[in-house]
């Protein structure tokens, strides 16, 4: 098509207007659209009166405002180009986890930090915003979210009731399941027979790392509330000019909070923006075809745009004189310059580049973080997990003497077939020596979400004191006492490396022959073996992990605690792809007579 949308669509077959509405100029005027639902719906509430005060503490001042001005909260991924400019904060509920005969609730995305915001919030509540291609709203909403916080509130009672803390005799508690008129009774039933088992899988789980954090910040019971767009069954307008915009008033029907006692919760308004699905002939009636949920796919249309770039360029982007060409044209040309001007373009806006790791010595942290020169004035070593590197660090020119650096070429996710699994025992070397040595050490990727975060993890597991929170002692994540003796030479001995030490690998402070003998299978068991060595040099019995290895260093279960740790203290972004965990399962789990690519 010549992507000119003005032209008579009667004239067109079902197959180009199809193609032609799939482009991102239709899907970025939907999101438009939906977007002036979810401004209406955050109008509404801050207009709504104040719960009625039943403190008694005459703290009338957090009144002023409406209960309800409740920050506006995006569900990742689609929800973020939605609430854009209003979104103070993210969570992650995944449609799949609620799924019909599914009904689970994940241990990778317990938002335990959305519970903390949500219950801090003056009022306690929040709006979270997603959309949904297909239905009136999606699945997160209508069930994974339930499900969670039944399943939150019934662990807060449980250990409420393990730390011997007394009800007074006013104390509120609500342990139901709430869901929308979409799921059905029968349904409902069917959910609530899952949830002792979901609850004593998550307690089993070790996932909640502070029990008594969590019920110190649980203050009321959470509590979904749901709202949707039915503005579809509004009067068809006409459609005689293609521009032309002018909708009838919104109407959006909010819940009864009152009546619904909602004062007594921490209240979670799930506000799914989108019009249900749409014949074309109403999909076109507004001068674009109108897509419900356009952001759900957007990888399938937006050319590298993302939510921040969007609402950055929006006027500009939604531009109705427009061509679908141009608008492609325009996309292109935002991408292009936000790739120049700074790396981290597709990051939108990271508040913290990196975060320390408690007492460990490690900090993880996004590309940015390991920027010269400045990135020396936080850390003395720096290990970089992607493609790319800075021209600085690359030449040596501005590494400083004294100062380590690693690089360690990992595609991200799924295109990473064998590297990073091949290279941890280097990377894991390079930390502990460096770490040991007194050095502060930086573990950073684009993002610090994925890989950087893997080779963090199987840090902690393997040298940190993870059982430390029982000792009451929160936020000092340290080293175990054997760790400390650890130095090169042990290894050297070890892989029999008489080299001349002078040649380095690169300016990591490590013999390329070690480095050689480090990576893959071999080197997985040298570094092994290393540490088993090191524990019993610690005065360790290690009789139940034998030679054979029978037994792993760590294990699926001992990963997700430190990667929940990892999220609710440290480093709140942290988030992991399935290939990436599945590769440091690979690591750690699968035995040496697997002949397996990584053999060498």
């Known amino acids: 098509g010549d992507g000119n949308d003005h032209v008579d669509n009667s004239a067109r077959s079902p197959k180009e207007l199809a193609k ?8 970025l005027l939907s999101i438009r659209k939906d977007v002036a639902f979810l401004e209406e719906v955050v109008r509404l509430h801050r207009e709504l009166p104040p719960f009625p005060s039943h403190d008694d503490d005459g703290d009338d001042d957090a009144l002023e405002e409406s209960s309800f001005a409740w920050p506006v909260v995006s569900n990742e991924r689609c929800g973020s180009w939605y609430a854009k400019k209003m979104a103070s904060n993210s969570c992650y509920f995944k449609s799949t986890d609620g799924h019909v005969g599914t009904w689970n609730m994940s241990l990778k995305r317990l938002n335990v930090n959305f519970i903390q915001m949500v219950e801090r919030h003056k009022s306690s509540g929040c709006l979270v915003v997603d959309a949904t291609r297909r239905k009136r709203m999606p699945d997160a909403f209508s069930r994974t979210i339930p499900i969670w916080a039944a399943v939150f509130n019934r662990a807060v009672s449980h250990y409420r009731r393990e730390m011997g803390l007394v009800e007074e005799s006013n104390y509120f508690w609500d342990t139901r399941l709430h869901t929308p008129p ?6 409902r039933a069917q959910i609530e027979e899952r949830l002792p088992g979901l609850l004593q899988t ?25 709202i949707t767009n039915n503005n579809k069954k509004r009067e068809k307008k006409n459609t005689s000019t293609p521009n032309n915009n002018v909708d009838p008033p919104l109407q959006v029907d909010l819940p009864d909070y009152v009546l619904e006692g909602a004062a007594q919760y921490a209240c979670i308004v799930c506000v799914s923006c989108s019009e249900t699905k749409q014949s074309s002939a109403e999909a076109w009636r507004y001068g674009f075809c109108y897509h419900p949920g356009a952001a759900d796919d957007h990888e399938l249309w937006s050319r590298g745009l993302t939510p921040d770039l969007f609402g950055e360029h929006e006027s500009f982007l939604l531009d ?24 981290e373009w597709y990051l939108g806006n990271v508040h913290q580049h990196f975060d320390t790791i408690g007492s460990s010595g490690i900090s993880v942290g996004s590309r940015r973080a390991g920027r010269p020169p400045e990135c020396w004035e936080s850390f003395d070593a720096i290990l970089n997990v992607t493609m790319s590197e800075y021209d600085g660090l690359q030449s040596g020119q501005e590494i400083p003497s004294g100062k380590r650096y690693l690089h360690v070429p990992v595609y991200e996710g799924k295109k990473d077939k064998l590297e990073l699994e091949m290279w941890l025992p280097v990377m894991l070397t390079f930390a502990i020596v460096n770490v040991v040595a007194g050095k502060s050490v930086l573990i950073h990727c684009a993002q610090g979400r994925d890989r950087s975060v893997a080779v963090a993890m199987a840090f902690m597991a393997l040298f940190c004191d993870i059982d430390y929170t029982s000792k009451g002692n929160t936020h000092r994540l340290s080293l175990q006492d054997w760790c400390l003796s650890m130095t090169l030479d042990q290894l050297t001995l070890q892989g029999n490396d008489h080299d001349d030490p002078t040649s380095m690998y690169r300016h990591s402070g490590i013999s390329a022959t070690l480095v050689e003998n480090l990576k893959g299978r071999s080197g997985r068991d040298l570094f092994f073996g290393w540490i088993l060595d090191r524990r019993k040099a610690g005065g360790e019995c290690l009789d139940d992990i034998d030679d054979n290895n029978d037994r792993p260093l760590a294990t699926k279960q001992s990963l997700r605690i430190v990667l929940q740790l990892l999220q609710q203290q440290y480093r709140e972004i942290a988030s992991p792809t399935r290939t990436t965990l599945q590769k440091l399962h690979r690591f750690f789990m699968s035995g040496k007579h697997e002949e397996n690519q990584l053999s060498r």
């Open 20 to 27: 032609e509405g799939a482009r991102a100029r239709h899907r």
């Open 182 to 187: 979409c799921v059905s009774e029968q349904e």
């Open 202 to 226: 998550l307690l089993d789980s070790g996932t909640i790392t502070d029990p008594h954090n969590l019920v110190s910040i649980m203050k009321r019971p959470l509590r979904p509330f749901f």
């Open 320 to 343: 109705e004189s427009r061509t679908s060409d141009e608008t492609d044209a325009a996309i292109d040309d935002i991408v292009s310059q936000a790739k120049k001007s700074d790396e």
